[in-house]
């Protein structure tokens, strides 16, 4: 089983990748920075709308929190913290958007034992890091591994972690960034990311949003 996730709320992911995903009827979740900082709204195209972000979830698509501004957590006070991830899903549950699920700034950095509970108090039930392995629904909830996705990563490489899945029964995250012509070192091409997508629905391999798969395992209601 694969799932597609998106950091940040690009505006190509909406433009370029969901036109992919619309294609194959694969299911994606976005996690969206609800108050991006201005230095990031320099790059690409910008970021997607508030109305785009309920249009794809009106389309049946996941969205989930990248938290109110993309600190790193490692620097960040812990008041700062939980106002994060307390105040981006309600920045989304006021677009009448359910959030379940978090993805950390900057991966791995700042998950804490006191972290993990202002997510628990918050009701998220998942959480994401960004560090390269295969997904695993049999451990913590809110340090979920992903594999990730850059401009220098082969499609034989992508290839091999579908077929991994195949043959292990197993599942794993895919996480991927911008979506455009000329990306840079955490982005793809579109022209990859569809590739991508052929070749899963060629093994007719199973695509669920993240909290989908979850539900799928048995890991919460």
């Given at each position: 089983?694969?799932?597609?996730?998106f950091?940040?709320?690009?505006?190509?992911?909406?433009?370029?990748?969901?036109?992919?995903?619309?294609?194959?009827?694969?299911?994606?979740?976005?996690?969206?920075?609800?108050?991006?900082?201005?230095?990031?709204?320099?790059?690409?195209?910008?970021?997607?709308?508030?109305?785009?972000?309920?249009?794809?979830?009106?389309?049946?698509?996941?969205?989930?929190?990248?938290?109110?501004?993309?600190?790193?957590?490692?620097?960040?006070?812990?008041?700062?913290?939980?106002?994060?991830?307390?105040?981006?899903?309600?920045?989304?549950?006021?677009?009448?958007?359910?959030?379940?699920?978090?993805?950390?700034?900057?991966?791995?950095k700042?998950?804490?034992?006191?972290?993990?509970?202002?997510?628990?108090?918050?009701?998220?039930?998942?959480?994401?890091?960004?560090?390269?392995?295969f997904?695993?629904?049999?451990?913590?909830?809110?340090?979920?591994?992903?594999?990730?996705?850059?401009?220098?990563?082969?499609?034989?490489?992508?290839?091999?972690?579908?077929?991994?899945?195949?043959?292990?029964?197993?599942?794993?995250i895919?996480?991927?960034?911008?979506?455009?012509?000329?990306?840079?070192?955490?982005?793809?091409?579109?022209?990859?990311?569809?590739k991508?997508?052929?070749y899963?629905?060629?093994?007719?391999?199973?695509?669920?949003?993240?909290?989908?798969?979850?539900?799928?395992?048995n890991?919460?209601?």
């Open positions: 089983m694969i799932s597609f996730a950091d940040d709320g690009w505006k190509n992911q909406y433009t370029r990748a969901l036109p992919i995903l619309d294609k194959y009827n694969f299911k994606a979740t976005f996690y969206v920075i609800t108050q991006m900082p201005n230095f990031m709204l320099e790059e690409g195209e910008g970021r997607m709308s508030k109305e785009d972000w309920v249009n794809l979830y009106n389309q049946g698509h996941e969205i989930g929190s990248h938290s109110q501004t993309h600190p790193n957590f490692n620097s960040t006070f812990p008041l700062r913290i939980k106002k994060e991830i307390v105040e981006s899903k309600k920045d989304l549950e006021k677009l009448g958007i359910e959030v379940e699920t978090f993805a950390y700034p900057y991966g791995r700042g998950i804490s034992i006191l972290t993990n509970l202002f997510l628990r108090e918050a009701g998220y039930k998942s959480a994401r890091v960004y560090d390269g392995k997904t695993s629904p049999n451990i913590f909830t809110y340090a979920l591994s992903t594999k990730n996705v850059y401009n220098d990563t082969s499609i034989e490489e992508i290839r091999d972690w579908v077929d991994t899945c195949e043959k292990d029964d197993t599942w794993t895919l996480s991927f960034h911008q979506v455009e012509n000329n990306p840079q070192k955490w982005g793809c091409t579109p022209e990859m990311f569809e991508i997508c052929e899963i629905h060629q093994k007719n391999i199973k695509v669920l949003t993240v909290s989908e798969s979850l539900k799928h395992f890991v919460f209601a």
